[in-house]
């Protein structure tokens, strides 16, 4: 038999449950309907502090309804989400997937997300500090959406990632210096390439000569290229099974760019047969890594050469001619600014006392300084 309290919203014996139960108002549904909520003690005076700290929550419209959802469970679906909604290409999604893994296999995973803390946060943060700064960057991004998403979704009140104690820190792995060809490495890489007859030279050249990715050269159409311009539209990438597929689209949106033809850029195409509806038919990767390879034993040019280091070479050719980082940017498809000069920062401080020159030389024919 139930006994009821009056005064402080219900409150009664269950004895299906041997518990005291209070049950409050905290609003409306979306179908209008009262939106009912219970609370369980082992006494009267114990369920009638929850039902009154409830109440008083609702009042100040800090009350939120218990959930058992994982840190994981909204990550894993943010991820989801934007796979659905076309918003990454498959590449971008396998390493979102590696990211959320990390998350995955961690205490902080596992949590609720209404019992996370800055604490929990910044210990879980300090425990992987063994991997890059990019990967670490992504876990801090990927963990800022989730719990943004937690807030819009009334699981929590304070997001404790934006608290002082749970910033990013920074990560132990010693950074990778950019791998490019010196110039003299490129002239001798160019010079031996001119004697080749395959379409793996122009494949190079174009990385060389464009900064293009190497996935972006071989998903072009002949219909990409006009008189003025080469219409990066796609690339290859992989699919969920790791399989290389050609992608609707690039990797981000800036990623989608043109890039004007100059004289260089139109003898490289002039010299393309053809004979598809591709420049690069049937050409993987792989394909290109195993030429390379070869090609390195037999000419010499360095002693390890990766096709991404032509991509490479042509960024560090372009901040050693002085060209502005934001067109670099553009040309080379970065979604921020940030990017380049995160990958590229080993190479500009080779040039920072040249700025000074510069700098000193600007005050000397404009007579600025002390007389």
């Known amino acids: 038999m139930a006994k009821r309290g009056n005064g402080e919203g219900t409150i009664y014996f269950s004895e299906k449950l041997n518990k005291w139960v209070g049950q409050f108002t905290a609003g409306r549904k979306a179908d209008g309907r009262l939106d009912r909520k219970s609370v369980y003690g082992n006494t009267r005076k114990e369920v009638k502090e929850k039902v009154t700290k409830a109440l008083s929550e609702v009042q100040t419209n800090t009350f939120i309804d218990k959930t058992d959802i994982t840190v994981y469970d909204i990550s894993k679906e943010i991820i989801e989400d934007k796979k659905n909604s076309n918003q990454i290409g498959s590449s971008t999604y396998n390493r979102a997937k590696y990211t959320l893994k990390i998350i995955e296999d961690s205490t902080l995973g596992s949590t609720p997300i209404q019992k996370i803390s800055a604490k929990d946060i910044k210990n879980f943060l300090n425990d992987n500090t ?44 010693k950074s990778i210096k950019v791998e490019a060809l010196t110039v003299d490495e490129e002239k001798k890489l160019i010079s031996a390439l001119l004697h080749e007859k395959t379409l793996y030279k122009h494949i190079i050249l174009l990385m060389l000569f464009t900064g293009m990715r190497l996935g972006e050269v071989l998903a072009l159409k002949w219909d990409c290229i006009t008189d003025d311009f080469i219409d990066i539209q796609q690339s290859l990438t992989r699919d969920e099974d790791g399989k290389v597929v050609l992608g609707e689209d690039t990797k981000t949106e800036t990623s989608l760019r043109q890039i004007p033809i100059n004289n260089i850029l139109k003898k490289i195409i002039s010299e393309i047969p053809c004979s598809d509806e591709f420049l690069f038919p049937n050409i993987t990767p792989r394909n290109v890594q195993d030429f390379t390879n070869k090609f390195n034993a037999t000419n010499c040019i360095k002693n390890h050469i990766h096709p991404h280091m032509f991509r490479h070479t042509y960024a560090t050719r372009c901040i050693e001619a002085g060209i502005n980082i934001k067109v670099l940017q553009k040309k080379l498809g970065h979604k921020n600014i940030q990017t380049t000069l995160d990958t590229y920062a080993s190479v500009f401080d080779k040039f920072e006392g040249q700025e000074d020159d510069k700098l000193l030389k600007y005050f000397e024919e404009n007579k600025i300084g002390l007389h």
């Not at 719990?147 to 699981?155: H, L």
Request: aromatic residues 12%.
């Open 130 to 173: 063994d991997y890059s700064e990019s990967t670490l960057k992504k876990i801090y991004q990927l963990l800022g959406q989730t719990f943004k998403r937690a807030i819009e979704r009334n699981y929590i009140i304070k997001n404790p990632i934006t608290f002082e104690e749970a910033r990013k820190p920074k990560s132990s792995k």
